[in-house]
């Protein structure tokens, strides 16, 4: 069905790639968006959490979450960047990145269920599922 160059391995790198640069855009957008504007992510944030055990956590969850974010899309961006300059470091730095948002998946995964919010859980399924794709390419 492929051509002989587009080898197996090729397919699955690309794989690791395409989900890299998916969870960079994403991730590096909600990270600047909760530095940029965090005074109001931290009131809504308060708002949400209000009648929960992590009501009096907020101030220190949203520099965490905050951070895993961040941290999750600049990795997963370098690694797209330096994946076609040098493969095993590429993928070490991908790696990372994947590790990194997935704690950040997993941390929005539990706020959303505390506070009740089972449509917003279901919804961050999808992108979870990308990023344990990408997980598993990228250690394979």
């Given at each position: 069905?492929?051509?002989?160059?587009?080898?197996?391995?090729?397919?699955?790198?690309?794989?690791?790639?395409?989900?890299?640069?998916?969870l960079a855009v994403i991730f590096l957008q909600s990270g600047l968006d909760k530095i940029l504007d965090y005074k109001n992510n931290l009131d809504w944030?308060?708002?949400?959490?209000?009648?929960?055990?992590?009501?009096?956590?907020?101030?220190?969850?949203?520099?965490?979450?905050?951070?895993?974010?961040?941290?999750?899309?600049?990795?997963?961006?370098?690694?797209?960047?330096?994946?076609?300059?040098?493969?095993?470091?590429?993928?070490?730095?991908?790696?990372?990145?994947?590790?990194?948002?997935?704690?950040?998946?997993?941390?929005?995964?539990?706020?959303?269920?505390?506070?009740?919010?089972?449509?917003?859980?279901?919804?961050?399924?999808?992108?979870?599922?990308?990023?344990?794709?990408?997980?598993?390419?990228?250690?394979?």
């Amino acid at each position: 069905m492929f051509p002989e160059w587009f080898a197996e391995s090729l397919r699955i790198e690309l794989v690791a790639v395409a989900t890299g640069a998916f969870l960079a855009v994403i991730f590096l957008q909600s990270g600047l968006d909760k530095i940029l504007d965090y005074k109001n992510n931290l009131d809504w944030l308060k708002g949400q959490f209000s009648k929960t055990i992590f009501k009096n956590s907020i101030g220190l969850l949203l520099p965490l979450l905050t951070l895993l974010e961040t941290a999750g899309g600049l990795l997963c961006a370098a690694g797209v960047a330096v994946y076609f300059f040098n493969r095993p470091y590429g993928g070490v730095i991908l790696f990372l990145g994947h590790v990194f948002v997935l704690l950040a998946l997993l941390s929005l995964m539990l706020g959303q269920r505390v506070v009740k919010e089972y449509a917003g859980a279901a919804s961050l399924t999808g992108y979870i599922i990308i990023a344990l794709l990408g997980f598993l390419v990228v250690v394979n």
